[in-house]
């Protein structure tokens, strides 16, 4: 297939076409969750950009080693090299084994992604299970004196790299705005530079993930493990990385910067970032108490949303936009996607049944042209579902008689349907929607009011039978001080 894959990289800021390094095998590395609490709609924009990506270089025939890590250790609170560890801190408040929390919000978050059909990736790894090769990296970086030992912690050296490299090649900053914008706290006077940052760090006698090195028993520094996973599974120099536009400063930034000490090369040559989503015009986020999770978004329960809305939902939602866009999140905007989805896959059900006739009146090879067009211009979702509703208009004029489509062109508008919504959009057709979602949540309430009912009248015989009979149907009841509520079991 002719190359014709243009493609927005961060680095050189602006589009190029895609050229591999070593074609047809692409190495893609993506920044992946730390997992010490439930993933919400901010997790899910990354996961479904690039799996995006990595579903349309696999259908242009590519080979794509996708890696996207889980962040167990060094995730320090504030993204800064202060503070206590996001999951050692979880550990605590929870009385939990650290990996415990890991190991939860990692399956947690396997089924969120599950329910978005986000395909896993090629390697998952988890930084925990890197320390060696972080702590070999390190050594490579001192070795080539881009970084101090201080008090048992390492730090990169960020003034010296400077001179001959560029610390802000990616994010565009400079470092005498970076002074002006450091905060000084408390234990940075181990660094010569506030703007320093930790390849490694001695541990705190309380701290508790830890393991030895040959400067203390410590941790590895957030950046760290991204440039040794990287290196170890796709070499030294790969094709694509990805994240969020959070990630951009200082993590990318810092990754570049370490693997250029370590291997006297630049990392990456693509280097790719989705925008945020926001709330009503307002960043979201835990701390700002308005982050939703999507396990809230799958059931409605919570009180910035109408109802619930189905996982494929939320996908069609975010793909509607460009990667590279700001999306403002809103009810009447999903209920808006719910409806376009609906439109999409009642036409592709009357896809099936038409027949074909001796002309087409609509020229279908042009509007597949229209859709690899559109993704092949930095993969730009909403306008190939903007084409893709031109074909849901054709379908449905064929269905009406108003238009005619001959056989081969009928194949053709299948088998384009096919690939882009489901394969490479990743659409499927739920079983259960939001909607049906709310009759469930109905329906339970009315079967629980009579148990309750039959209980204040010391009918527990109907009460058991009631619960057996859902217990049947794997749903639990819970019976409470407020009263009953329900869930699904596992
Ligand atoms: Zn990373």
């Not at 990385?241 to 370490?258: K, N, T, V």
């Not at 489509?405 to 079983?431: C, M, P, Q, R, Y």
């Not at 629980?448 to 794997?474: C, F, H, M, P, V």
Request: charged share 25%; net charge negative.
């Amino acid at each position: 297939m002719e190359n014709k894959l243009k493609i927005h990289n961060t680095l050189s800021r602006k589009k190029e076409l895609f050229e591999p390094i070593n074609s047809p095998y692409i190495g893609m590395y993506v920044c992946g969750p730390t997992v010490y609490g439930d993933a919400h709609l901010g997790h899910a924009r990354p996961a479904i950009t690039f799996d995006l990506i990595f579903r349309y270089l696999t259908h242009l025939g590519y080979k794509v080693r996708y890696v996207r890590n889980i962040t167990d250790v060094g995730h320090l609170e504030a993204d800064a090299d202060e503070g206590e560890d996001k999951i050692a801190k979880k550990a605590r408040l929870e009385n939990l084994e650290p990996m415990e929390v890991v190991q939860y919000f990692s399956d947690r978050y396997h089924k969120n992604m599950d329910q978005l059909n986000v395909k896993n990736p090629s390697i998952e790894p988890r930084a925990s299970g890197h320390i060696i090769e972080q702590i070999e990296m390190v050594k490579k970086i001192l070795e080539a004196g881009y970084a101090y030992e201080s008090n048992g912690s390492v730090y990169f050296d960020v003034k010296k790299y400077n001179k001959k490299n560029n610390y802000g090649i990616l994010s565009g900053r400079k470092i005498e705005d970076m002074i002006a914008n450091t905060r000084e706290l408390e234990g940075q006077s181990e660094k010569k530079n506030p703007y320093d940052f930790a390849l490694w760090k001695k541990a705190q006698p309380e701290h508790i993930m830890r393991w030895p090195s040959p400067w203390s028993d410590g941790f590895p520094g957030w950046h760290m493990e991204c440039s040794a996973m990287s290196t170890k599974y796709l070499g030294e120099h790969f094709d694509i990385h990805g994240g969020g536009l959070d990630l951009l400063f200082p993590h990318h930034e810092s990754e570049i910067a370490q693997s250029v000490a370590a291997n006297k090369m630049q990392p990456v040559k693509y280097w790719l970032h989705n925008n945020m989503i926001t709330l009503n015009g307002q960043k979201m986020g835990k701390s700002l108490g308005n982050a939703v999770s999507l396990d809230e978004f799958f059931t409605g329960k919570n009180d910035l949303l109408e109802q619930a809305y189905s996982p494929i939902t939320i996908r069609f939602f975010i793909l509607q936009a460009h990667y590279r866009s700001t999306i403002d999140f809103s009810n009447e905007a999903l209920q808006s996607a719910e409806k376009g989805l609906k439109k999409l896959f009642t036409a592709i059900k009357s896809l099936d049944k038409l027949i074909a006739s001796e002309k087409s009146t609509s020229n279908i090879k042009a509007l597949r042209e229209k859709c690899y067009d559109a993704m092949n211009d930095d993969f730009n979702s909403p306008i190939l579902i903007a084409n893709l509703f031109e074909g849901v208009r054709i379908i449905n004029s064929i269905k009406d008689k108003k238009e005619t489509i001959s056989a081969e062109d009928l194949e053709i508008l299948k088998k384009l349907f096919n690939d882009f919504v489901f394969d490479i959009l990743g659409l499927k057709t739920e079983e259960t929607t939001g909607k049906q979602n709310e009759l469930v949540d109905g329906l339970l309430s009315t079967i629980l009011s009579i148990r309750q009912e039959a209980k204040s009248n010391k009918d527990y015989a109907t009460a058991d039978i009631i619960r057996n009979e859902l217990g049947k149907l794997n749903i639990q009841i819970k019976d409470t001080k407020e009263g009953a509520s329900w869930e699904i079991g596992d």
